[in-house]
């Protein structure tokens, strides 16, 4: 079976979206088995998707449509498809009722415009959108199959892994069983990974080993094929196996879906160890970032933002001396803020966030110098500095980071 | 003129390469004022390539293929388009001088296949390629234009830079020029904007009007042609007074790289306007978005974040029976919240959030269901509930854009 992308996008053309769906449907159809020959991209341009239907009729089996799904005038894509098979459009009630409902609760006009997005093919079929508004849908016609996907990334993916997925395997009878397993490492860089896997990496084709990085998250995800469960399995377990034993100390989860300081977040919540913070530079992205994980009130009852020195002094107890003694990027005053924060809230940890987002320096500290306290459960505290790379977002994030990295080998592991 | 890029590899039909070349080559030719109407991606297939030539040809006047002029047996560009053109291959002698130089300094014995890097369109010219080994080339046939590009991105974007760019200046007598000016909208969804600019989108070409959408911010891209710059600036400015007769009363900033939030608090901070918050659902965001713009420390000296309903008393002082009267996601919180804060840190304004993440409601509040308290320079309270779909992030995220948005509406515009 042949198959053919058509991406339909003017921004994709004009370079402003760099087109990541047709890689990771490259990718996706690659592990089926599925050979993609070919792909087309066009503009948001009715004509053009027919002329490229027609192209990829010629030579191929599976046509598939990423784009154009969506609200606007520039959203043809079904239209086009729909004429070039000489097919109608319907609504799927289901989707109808899922975008009625969303503008009702929002409060917002409906138009026939945000309607358009719950077409599907008359005599094709629907496949349902987990997270948008635009169904997708799919088409027989003369030996062809056409399927038409959303662009938006977030809702493309989930699509691509549910219920295109579950397409494929009914309409092309795929018994090859894919199956894949998410490894997260922390506290050890990309390169140096892929140099201690570099053998394994090289030597075995199935499972495959893949790669991600991410902040400070490295992920190594493994992919094994099959035609039976308990096989597949095996092959999965003995390569984490191998894998644990070249890295297993940097290692922290295997859940699919899982991030560094929700992993944290999470930890903390089953054993109900509290916890506060004082954010200067930092700004409440550390609190923030607790609160982004269900269940945080359970362990979280809130904390501060001391942006200036004047707050650090009246709402946490910081001596004035000890900002004027030491400047208040240094360790006097981050201990002082995570033991001052901790008693006040009364919480079992206090983390103390002060240093330089930049882009300027500080009282003759640099950008990117920042010290993070840790009042520990057991009384003592730890003050580290660490002077990170990036610009003043970057800067943040890796100061948040770096904390919950603190958390997890000095109080949790 | 009508461009087509044709991106030849294998490795970009399976996802495992990112094509990247043919993002800064659409946006590099949008630039230039040539539209790129099509893009082609095919394998190392010699066929192929010849076919998606002539699909190119029919249609495009100036071809572009990217990828395919290495030294290995799958790199066939430069046949298939001499084929195709009915040309021979000779070899450039300044290349193979480079080439025959590289490999004895190597000491590595140069082969035929390392030869043909050198290789040019008899009857057309060179590109210079000034990092790596391989030519590029160009051809003229029957009116269409021919342009080979080597595939690796360290040696594609210096030629694109150097060789191409002046081929493209000398050949085709370019010198319309391109501007783009970015209107910044809020308060606004993209459906409704679209609805309204409707006509005016489909009635002009020049300049093109284009609709980005992100988060609460909506993005309108005029971008003009022309040859004298006063002509462009003329139609452009055209354009936007056409735009804000429609919708100029959700017009914000036509600064190029600017979001809501930044904008508001960079508007904070010119009218010297300090500001304080208490946080509850969002945990820190919105205090932690403020420190993301430099110089945020002139208004904000620091905040809360009061996640329990214990804090909500200690730390701001609301009171016990406002909290057991009105449950804590209500007005009446959300009020002594805002109060509470602007009055302990001396601020000039205090805002105050108050409601559901989810994913399960809260005392009889759905998630979803988000006050936010605004204390106002003169001493007036504003407290306002809303409803937000979307997941936990999602909520938290659109409690923190609609308390910037009411900032703007209440206080700035």
Known sequence: MKAELISVGTEILLGEITDTNAVKLGQFLAQKGID?????????????????????TRRSDLIITIGGLGPTEDDLTKDAVADFVGDQLIFDQNTLDKITDYFEKSNI????????????????????????????????????????????????????????????????????????????FVGIGESLLADKLDDLINRQTNPTIALYFKDTDVTVRLTAKGTEEP???????????????????????????????????????????????AESLTGGLFQSTIVGVAGA??????????????????????????????????????????????????????VSFTGVAGPDGLEGHPAGEVWIGLALPNGDTVQNKYVFNGNRQKIRQRSVNKAFELIWRLILK
Request: hydrophobic fraction near 35%; charge should be negative; avoid cysteine.
């Open 109 to 184: 006009e409906i138009t026939s415009n945000n309607k358009k997005q719950a077409e599907v093919f008359a005599n094709g079929g629907t496949l349902a959108n987990g997270i948008g508004l635009a169904a997708g849908s799919f088409i027989e016609n003369n030996n062809h199959t056409y399927v038409v996907l959303p662009g938006p990334p977030s809702e493309f993916t989930p699509m691509v892994n549910g219920s295109f997925n579950q397409f494929l395997i009914t309409r092309f009878n795929l018994n090859q069983q894919i199956k894949s397993k998410t490894l997260h």
């Open 297 to 350: 009130s359970n362990i979280f009852p809130g904390g501060y933002v001391t942006y200036s020195d004047a707050s650090k002094h009246s709402l946490l107890g910081v001596s004035e001396a000890t900002i004027s003694d030491n400047t208040v990027v240094s360790g006097p005053v981050a201990k002082e803020m995570a033991i001052g924060a901790k008693n006040l809230m009364g919480t079992s940890i206090g």
């Open 36 to 56: 993609v020959v070919n792909r087309q991209t066009v503009g948001d341009n009715k004509e053009r998707i027919e002329e490229a239907l027609e192209i990829a």
């Open 231 to 277: 096989e597949i399995d095996q092959l999965l377990n003995q390569t984490e196996s191998d894998i644990n034993k070249l890295v297993g100390e940097f290692y922290y989860s295997d859940e699919d879906e899982i991030d560094f300081p929700s992993f944290v977040t999470q930890e903390l919540i089953k054993r109900e160890l509290s916890i506060t913070s």
